[in-house]
């Protein structure tokens, strides 16, 4: 069987000039990725900044053009001039839950935008369908009519969610979507995200630097260094026998609740994080 | 070398924004001895961060601290005394930030912005810059004597927080104040700087206040924890303890909305609800009405923070229920 | 599990009176809406007519019947400086109004199309920025001569809105250039733009409404100055002709009285001044409210 998004050697390669005379560089941002990912699966992306993994996320969504490699979604080869269809599959929930609503815009202008324009509800049907929508992400009805800065960084991402979901999509890409709320916010959130892949069947491509999180709620983990997956397989594989050192260096290196001192005998990675190879 | 006796005591806090104003820190009181780390955690909007900046009286210009005490011990053999914040700023008490690009002047080299400290106390150029070379490579900057001519941008993040706790140290506090200073790296960095702080701690003898919103960030630094919420710390104690057992239902919660790596994968519990704004509290307990374990008495009396033990203290009625997991 | 929590309270609920920048928009707002009045209903205070000479009661002093005296030809003072309003805000506005829409379009073509448009339409807007102000209206004004007037323009009305707009619509491109630049990296952009939106629809619905902030706030600091150099340039004999209600031109003709009457030359400037300072002070107030 074949998977519902196969990402094929996918390279993008950014030419950018330190100074105005300086001769160009070519800045690898990701540099041969292949992935698959099937339908209802929720797959983690992790790594740390710099890796790659937002870049990704524009190819999935169609917004950044790979210089190489190809992307099949459901059988079919797509790019950035993918049809309204392909685009409306697959969406995406940003990490900064300001930048991510338009400021001048109510939320039901913005969601009720989507809806209309692709059509997905009868003129008669929209009220309706936006009360569900709100429901789907736990939301009083009332948050329609809020702006933006009139919600906190929870209810802004779930309605951020609720804009992705306007659409009737495939497949989500949250990229660091809970990295910028609070604990307790950030729990609820990706509860939801747990209960929409259940209730949906939704695929999730979860781009995240939070180990835990991606444990709580992926069941294949790919682990991204320089733009390049350094090691791929089953959420639970990853977590209990890293085969890459790299991946083991993540693991010790994140902070443990209940076990503070956990991998403090054994070496810490040192230096920074490599940024994209040039 | 534990002292006995605190390096710096706050008592009754207060912090309003102006004297009739919304109070957002309400009443809170720590000290913490020579050596030891003060983990603070809390959500933002906690008053976690503006209880450390009061320490320095670096308030954002609204506010103001309306109540409250805070002496300090200068050196080992002193008697704590009352002081001015304005009086401690490069004098015993460092602060270090989150955003070490924004907190180091841009305009200045590394090895300059190390040596001001020492300039400004009256040492001469040489001997600054000779001791802004030994406190780079303390806090393990590579090649220190080529590193000394770099500017701030010219440096990684993790290189940055580095420059920043040179430049703490160069005053030699005694007390060193963290906001958040992993909060904006990556995980193997961050790692690398709770070693550093965890090593200067030890080794300097250092007292610390470690904020952060990150439990598990506090549980690798701090040996005694304050919860704080809405303003007020409602559960404090050694950290450990503080994980194992929590004896306030916030503390609970936190900690189970947090994901784990180890045992098996669980469904994380969220809190329920958000935090209450500054201002518009609820009466009684300000966690009463997201609380699961909340009966009326909770929305009558506002708890205070009572001992419950050694180190222990809770600003739960329901405290002793809660003892060794309750019911949930 | 369900979040019943209360909206987040903000500004959208804290009492109009109280927001920032307020206080300065309703300063700015009752001097301009004064102008506007006094424009609108001069007939009803004024004498009627700032043409009308009295030449039997020259240069007379402030009195009942002449509020600020009355000129070298005998024309009341106070009807000059009320009828000038029509012409000094009239010019301003449509000085200021048609940059501010061609040069927001010409922005907006220059931040979001392609990279040989920009560059073409920047190095355009180098060569107006260098020009000489002043050079240019005397070489424009000795060109197109005053004329008699276009539409319901008066004579040497058209050459300034003409030569305000070749200038001034570069400030407007450059800010709306840069202001849709930083918008449509902005993450709800691309939310837009992936969730399939057709590219005039971002741009119309999700891309101006967040960029065209600082351009409004321009366009009220910018009628002001214009205020300012209308004058200017009328009292240097290349903008409205003397002879004609204008507070620059009125200034100009006082000149050689300035000794005995100084008023005639104070109430004018005044009027500028005030003009100028009520037009800044609405751009500041909706700068604050923008920015708070």
């Keep these: ?278 | 070398m534990t002292g006995t006796e605190p390096v710096i005591e706050i008592a009754n806090l207060v912090i309003a924004a102006g004297r009739d104003g919304v109070t957002l820190v309400d009443d809170v009181s720590l000290h913490v001895d020579a050596g030891e780390c003060l983990g603070i955690v809390g959500e933002s909007g906690s008053g976690k961060s503006l209880t450390l900046r009061s320490v320095l009286g670096l308030l954002p210009p609204t506010l103001i601290r309306t109540r409250g005490t805070m002496r300090f011990r200068g050196r080992e053999d002193e008697e704590p005394r009352p002081v001015d914040p304005r009086d401690l700023r490069g004098h015993g008490v460092s602060m270090i930030f989150q955003e070490p690009m924004s907190s180091l002047n841009p305009t200045m080299r590394i090895g300059d912005l190390v040596a001001a400290g020492p300039r400004a106390q009256g040492v001469s150029r040489r001997a600054a810059a000779d001791q802004a070379l030994s406190l780079l490579r303390e806090v393990g900057v590579p090649d220190p004597e080529q590193r000394v001519r770099a500017w701030p941008h010219q440096l990684s993040g993790g290189l940055r927080q580095r420059v920043m706790i040179a430049m703490a140290l160069s005053v030699e506090p005694r007390l060193l104040l963290c906001d958040e200073p992993t909060t904006a790296l990556d995980a193997t960095v961050q790692d690398q700087i709770l070693t550093l702080v965890e090593r200067l701690r030890a080794e300097r003898g250092l007292a610390l206040i470690f904020v952060s919103h990150d439990l598990s960030v506090i549980a690798r630094v701090a040996g005694r924890t304050a919860v704080m919420y809405a303003g007020r710390i409602i559960e404090q104690g050694p950290t450990r303890a503080l994980i194992e057992n929590p004896r306030h239902p916030y503390t609970r919660g936190l900690i189970e909305s947090m994901p784990q790596l180890h045992g098996p994968p669980v469904r994380l519990k969220a809190i329920s609800g958000s935090p209450p704004t500054a201002g518009r509290l609820p009466s009684g307990c300000r966690f009463a009405p997201r609380c699961p374990f909340v009966v009326d008495a909770c929305r009558e009396v506002d708890p205070p923070l009572l001992s419950i033990g050694p180190h222990r203290a809770s600003a739960c009625l329901r405290q002793a229920e809660l003892n060794d997991g309750g019911q949930s | 599990m369900s979040d019943l929590s209360l909206i987040k309270d903000d500004k959208e609920h804290t009492p109009r009176s109280l927001r920032r920048g307020n206080g300065k928009m309703a300063a700015g707002a009752v001097i301009f809406g004064l102008f506007i009045l006094a424009a609108l209903f001069a007939p009803l205070i004024t004498t009627g007519d700032p043409a009308e000479q009295d030449l039997l009661n020259r240069l007379a002093d402030p009195s009942s019947a002449h509020l600020l005296g009355t000129d070298q030809l005998g024309r009341d003072e106070w009807t000059r400086l009320v009828y000038a309003i029509r012409v000094d805000l009239r010019v301003a506005i449509l000085a200021s109004l048609i940059p501010a829409i061609l040069g927001s379009l010409i922005g907006i073509i220059a931040g979001l199309g392609a990279k040989w448009l920009d560059t073409a339409i920047m190095r355009i807007s180098d060569v107006v920025v260098s020009l000489p102000l002043f050079i240019f209206f005397i070489a424009l004004v000795g060109l197109l001569g005053p004329g008699n007037g276009f539409l319901f323009l008066g004579p040497g009305e058209l050459p300034l809105i003409i030569g305000f707009t070749l200038i001034s619509w570069v400030v407007y491109a450059r800010l709306m250039r840069a202001e849709v630049r930083r918008v449509r990296s902005m993450d709800y952009v691309r939310a837009a733009q992936s969730g399939g939106l057709p590219r005039w629809r971002v741009i119309v619905g999700h891309i101006v409404p967040n960029a065209i902030g600082q351009s409004i706030v321009y366009f009220f600091v910018d009628i002001g100055l214009a205020v300012v150099a209308i004058s200017t340039l009328s009292f240097l004999g290349v903008g409205i002709p003397v002879g004609t209600p204008e507070w620059g031109a009125m200034i100009q003709s006082a000149r050689t009285v300035m000794q005995t009457n100084w008023w005639l030359i104070a109430a004018p400037g005044a009027a500028i001044a005030l003009a100028g300072m009520g037009l800044a002070l609405i751009g500041d107030g909706l700068d604050d409210r923008i920015k708070s």
């Design chain 1, 1 to 278: 069987m074949s998977a519902l998004i196969e990402l094929d050697d996918i390279e993008v390669h950014f030419k950018v000039r330190a100074r105005r005379s300086a001769a160009p560089v070519t800045l690898r941002a990701v540099d041969g990725v292949s992935l698959a990912v099937e339908r209802s699966q929720c797959l983690g992306v992790v790594g740390e900044s710099g890796c790659g993994k937002s870049t990704l996320a524009g190819v999935l969504i169609g917004l950044t053009e790979p210089t190489a490699g190809r992307v099949r979604y459901d059988g079919r080869d797509v790019d950035t001039r993918r049809s309204k269809d392909v685009r409306r599959s697959i969406q995406m929930v940003f990490q900064d839950p300001v930048a991510s609503l338009n400021p001048r815009r109510r939320v039901r202008s913005v969601l009720a935008e989507l809806i209309d324009y692709h059509g997905l509800v009868p003129e008669a049907g929209m009220t309706s369908a936006l009360n569900s929508l709100m429901e789907m992400v736990n939301l009083p009805p009332r948050v329609l009519e809020a702006r933006p800065r009139e919600l906190s960084g929870g209810q802004r991402q779930r309605v951020a969610i609720a804009r992705a979901l306007a659409v009737q999509p495939e497949v989500l890409v949250a990229d660091e979507a809970v990295s910028a709320l609070d604990v307790s916010a950030q729990a609820t959130v990706v509860n939801l995200l747990a209960d929409l892949r259940a209730e949906l069947g939704l695929t999730i491509v979860f781009i995240s630097h939070d180990l835990g999180i991606v444990r709580t709620l992926c069941d294949r983990v790919a682990v991204m260094y320089a733009g390049r997956v350094v090691e791929e397989g089953a959420a639970e594989t990853i977590f209990t026998a890293a085969r890459h050192p790299y991946t083991r260096a993540l693991l010790r290196a994140a902070p443990d609740l209940y076990r503070p001192d956990a991998g403090r005998d054994a070496p810490a990675l040192g230096g920074d994080p490599a940024g994209p190879s040039t």
